[in-house]
């Protein structure tokens, strides 16, 4: 691999004890397989990334893994990170195919991805190459890669993006075609059972379903509003009290609004 590239961005991230297991969810991404596209768009603290890792954990496929940033705006290191990320998954990708445009000014997209997608489709196994953190993403040269990925993928290979915004692709026609599998705010809020199983068991608060379901009105099923209002009700002496004026505003959902979605 390229000394430029970081390995830890291809890793698949592991499970964290105490996480609820979200079978309905990971039943509708299953269903998913047979599209081109699965996306997992919601703002920051709603579990796209841990939801995919519980996925991919349960399957027998092959799954590649890229964690984007800003720093990977720039094409060429874009298209270094798929290569390494299926070769790591041994899909056989020639050693060549980045190396051969390395003298000109620019990458020809449609040149790599050609090579890229003939090579890929000599694999017979199922392939999901996830893309997360694509929000990271604002280079448009980038995203007319990824919507030519798409468009021409082989039947082996399938794209997986998570992203805190919906990104630049052509997904009313992907959605219009079929070939997209959407999970959004709606699906990824907790249900009341899910907060309980958190809450109650995981956290060991033993709160009443009304003060759950309080806590839940408070937060719309936002997961980690309820996880970090759960951290706060550990060190709270009264916590009915911190329940009923509980409005959002906790020093650890502030810190963490602060870092994350106002970032």
Not at 157 to 164: G, T
Not at 205 to 229: C, F, H, N, P
């Amino acid at each position: 691999m390229s000394a430029s590239l970081l390995t830890t961005k291809l890793f698949i991230p592991t499970q964290r004890p105490g996480m609820v297991a979200r079978s309905h969810l990971v039943e509708k991404l299953n269903l998913g397989r047979k599209k081109k596209l699965i996306l997992v768009s919601a703002p920051a603290g709603y579990g796209k990334t841990t939801l995919l890792a519980e996925w991919i954990s349960q399957q027998t496929i092959t799954a590649c893994w890229v964690s984007l940033d800003s720093q990977d705006n720039d094409i060429r290191r874009f298209l270094s990170y798929i290569t390494t990320s299926l070769r790591n998954a041994d899909i056989r990708i020639n050693d060549n195919i980045l190396s051969s445009t390395k003298d000109q000014e620019s990458v020809i997209v449609s040149e790599y991805l050609s090579q890229l997608i003939n090579q890929v489709a000599n694999s017979d196994r199922p392939i999901h190459l996830v893309l997360d953190d694509y929000h990271q993403i604002e280079n448009r040269e980038i995203h007319q890669a990824v919507t030519y990925l798409v468009e021409n993928l082989p039947p082996t290979l399938h794209l997986v993006i998570a992203s805190r915004s919906d990104p630049d692709l052509r997904l009313a026609k992907f959605r219009a075609q079929g070939e997209l599998c959407e999970i959004r705010v709606a699906d990824l809020r907790f249900t009341v059972g899910e907060a309980v199983l958190y809450l109650n068991e995981h956290m060991g608060l033993g709160l009443s379903q009304s003060d759950i379901s309080t806590l839940m009105e408070k937060t719309e099923g936002w997961i980690v509003g309820l996880q970090l209002a759960g951290i706060t009700l550990q060190q709270h002496p009264d916590k009915r009290h911190f329940v009923v004026s509980f409005a959002g505003d906790d020093r650890y959902i502030a810190d963490y609004l602060f870092d994350e979605a106002f970032s």
